[in-house]
């Protein structure tokens, strides 16, 4: 029996891909964590900031994401960059953002 190579899990010989199930639904999985945590942060942000309305994400790295955003009064194009909520989450890494 061979197994996935990306986790090691025992693998049948007809899986697509060559990859376990897990696995072959991972990237799907990360969407919808990432098309959650951008819906998170649009609901917070709304709620407690005032004077900036987030636009488009345009930028994701390892602590966060990046927003265009406008600022109300101006209609200056300014980006806003906000920890992750699942990193946010734990107070030093919070406090090192």
Same mark, same amino acid.
Do not use: Q
């Given at each position: 029996? @061979? @197994? !996935?190579? $990306? !986790? #090691? %899990?025992?693998? =049948? *010989?007809? $899986?697509? =891909? /060559? +990859? !376990? ?6 990237? @799907?999985?990360?969407?919808? /964590?990432?098309?959650? %945590?951008? =819906? *998170?942060? &649009? *609901? $917070? ?9 987030? #636009? %488009? !994400?345009? #930028?994701? #790295? ?5 927003? &265009? =955003? &406008?600022? /109300? ?13 699942? +990193? ?5 890494? %919070?406090? &090192?953002?």
């Amino acid at each position: 029996m @061979t @197994t !996935c190579p $990306a !986790c #090691g %899990a025992p693998l =049948a *010989a007809d $899986a697509p =891909a /060559g +990859l !376990c199930p897990a696995c072959l639904l991972a990237p @799907t999985k990360e969407a919808e /964590g990432r098309a959650a %945590a951008e =819906a *998170a942060i &649009r *609901a $917070a942000f709304a709620a407690h900031v005032g004077g900036l309305a987030l #636009g %488009a !994400c345009i #930028g994701r #790295g390892g602590s966060g994401l990046v927003f &265009r =955003a &406008r600022e /109300g009064a101006s209609e200056r194009e300014v980006a806003v960059k906000v920890l992750d909520p699942a +990193l946010a989450r734990e107070p030093a890494f %919070a406090e &090192r953002f």
